[in-house]
């Protein structure tokens, strides 16, 4: 049941994904389309992952807009697709939150990424194919901190279980305040299906471009 080119991540439990930093960016403050590496514990570079979406939606929609993003493997074969509509992300339209849905192969959905309403908490549910609940996702009620990680621990459909993280990595005050590039890893447990692997990664995704994204 594993899609092509997930093989991998049969393999492993943990994952690293580097947001790479864009010169125009800095300079200018223009939004450009993001980028990420996606590496094993080794730092050895298992997937690429490039955002896909228009100038104009990405510097009028800012953190909330919808996006492509394409993971592709080392030979260049696009394994993921990620499709993000246009929501809202505020506590007070609880009936058009966020949404992500995950393609592998693209155009074949093996789950979905949903936000939750809540007053206070950053709140996801990752479903499988059939909308099934599977994993919750719970952050912090501050997403800000400094000089350590931010963590959003992933947990079993009833809560009373931690089974993996989502981690922002500190990468120090200079690039902390120069650009919004940022490093994440994302922790799950080794049996887990391969398919919520590959769930849990667009998780991240989602959660980097609402909590971390400075436009």
């Not at 080392?74 to 697709?81: F, R």
Request: with cysteine; net charge negative; proline share 6%.
């Amino acid at each position: 049941n594993c899609p092509p080119g997930l093989e991998y991540l049969t393999q492993i439990d943990q994952i690293l994904i580097h947001q790479q930093i864009e010169l125009l960016e800095i300079l200018t403050g223009f939004e450009t389309n993001n980028k990420y590496e996606i590496k094993n514990t080794l730092g050895q570079r298992v997937y690429f992952a490039a955002e896909d979406t228009e100038c104009c939606t990405r510097n009028c929609c800012g953190p909330s807009r919808p996006f492509t993003l394409r993971i592709i493997d080392n030979l260049g074969h696009e394994v993921i697709t990620l499709q993000r509509p246009l929501r809202c992300s505020s506590c007070c339209f609880p009936c058009c939150l966020q949404e992500l849905e995950v393609q592998a192969p693209p155009g074949t959905p093996v789950g979905y990424v949903v936000q939750n309403w809540h007053p206070c908490l950053p709140k996801f549910t990752i479903q499988d194919e059939k909308r099934m609940d599977i994993l919750k996702i719970t952050g912090p009620c501050v997403v800000c901190s400094c000089c350590e990680d931010i963590n959003f621990e992933v947990k079993s459909v009833d809560e009373t279980c931690t089974v993996g993280r989502i981690s922002k990595q500190w990468t120090g005050f200079l690039k902390e305040a120069v650009t919004d590039a940022d490093n994440f890893g994302v922790t799950f447990p080794m049996d887990l299906d391969v398919k919520m692997k590959a769930v849990m990664i667009s998780a991240c995704f989602l959660i980097v471009s609402l909590s971390f994204s400075n436009t």
